[in-house]
């Protein structure tokens, strides 16, 4: 059997880190409540202040329902050194109390830590095709990496929690050169890479030749967190052709369900095990408040992971 645990996320209900968007249609009891009754045993925080607070409180919820907190998602505008400070503030208050309410649990949690992704105006326009015109230039991904570092060294110091870095479209750690250019100016002490299927297949552009197992092999012992996501190549292209941003491209499904699209996840699931992963993959399909039917959703995307054999 594999020791490949299985958690879902808030974000599949529409639980999403940005600002603007219409409000939440689902309480955080139910969210808990329909990632268990799905077959999940995780899940992430979501928004700062979605879940309780209070980590007496969240451990008793999440104990009740049979869950492990496994993480936060913590945006900082990196490339910005004046915003660093905030930003490491920002992931302390989240790694106090998850810290504080994995205590006692077999399952450390890790700080997410990622760009303001689907701020900047082009990159938000652009997401799926960015161009190198529109990337960072070297001294600014250095700034970029030394916000990251500082942040990462600081939640460890402090709390003893680890940091992975998310690349995500509409930012600007996005592209696999990108995400290169990160990890070679990142400590890789204190910064792993959080994998997402789903991002870098969109993320890799029109160019990507859907080699999922490649692209594990190129980051390797950097992969220290998975999220499965997939994605629609035919929304894909679409979006491409007509231009949407980022926001409307979530909202015409570019994240579809679980083997629906276009990653191959029996080879990602293959490279995990023959890598010797042993932690979580979080299932994550992104959706905008009130989209889609979360729990459907869900429980096919469970009944799909079964099916090749998670």
């Known amino acids: ?50 879940l309780p607070t209070d980590p007496d409180r969240l451990r008793a919820e999440l104990d009740r329902r049979g869950l492990a907190m496994l993480g936060a998602f913590v945006q900082t505008r990196f490339r910005d050194p004046e915003a660093h400070a905030a930003g490491e503030a920002r992931a302390l208050e989240v790694a106090r109390l998850l810290a504080a309410t994995a205590r006692g649990s077999d399952t450390v949690p890790i700080i997410v830590l990622a760009d303001d992704n689907a701020v900047d105006p082009a990159r938000t326009l652009n997401a799926g095709r960015a161009t190198p015109d529109l990337a960072l230039s070297p001294a600014e991904m250095r700034t970029f990496a030394q916000g990251v570092d ?31 250019a990160l990890l070679a100016a990142s400590d890789p002490d204190l910064v792993g890479l959080v994998f997402d299927t789903g991002h870098y297949a ?27 996501k997939d994605f629609d190549p035919a929304v894909a292209r679409q979006a491409r052709a007509e231009g949407w941003d980022y926001l409307t491209t979530i909202q015409r499904g570019i994240f579809s ?54």
């Open 257 to 310: 369900e679980l083997g629906t699209g276009g990653v191959d996840f029996p080879a990602v699931v293959d490279w995990l095990r023959r890598h010797g992963y042993d932690g979580w993959i979080v299932v994550e399909q992104d959706v905008l408040p009130g989209m889609g039917s979360p729990r459907e959703s869900a429980e096919r995307n469970r009944a799909y992971l079964r099916s090749i054999g998670l």
């Open 202 to 228: 969109y993320g890799a552009g029109p160019g990507y030749d859907g080699d999922i197992a490649a692209a594990l092999d190129r980051y390797g012992d950097r992969i220290r967190h998975v999220h499965f």
């Open 150 to 180: 500082r942040v990462a060294r600081r939640v460890r110091d402090e709390t003893g929690l680890p940091s992975v870095f998310h690349h995500h479209s509409a930012g600007f750690v996005e592209t696999p050169a990108e995400i290169d």
């Open 1 to 50: 059997m594999s020791t490949i645990r299985v958690a879902n996320a808030p974000v599949s209900w529409g639980v999403l880190e940005f600002e603007g968007l219409p409000a939440k249609t689902y309480s955080w009891s139910e969210v808990l409540d329909e990632i268990a009754a799905t077959g999940y045993t995780g899940t992430e925080l979501g928004d700062y202040g979605f």
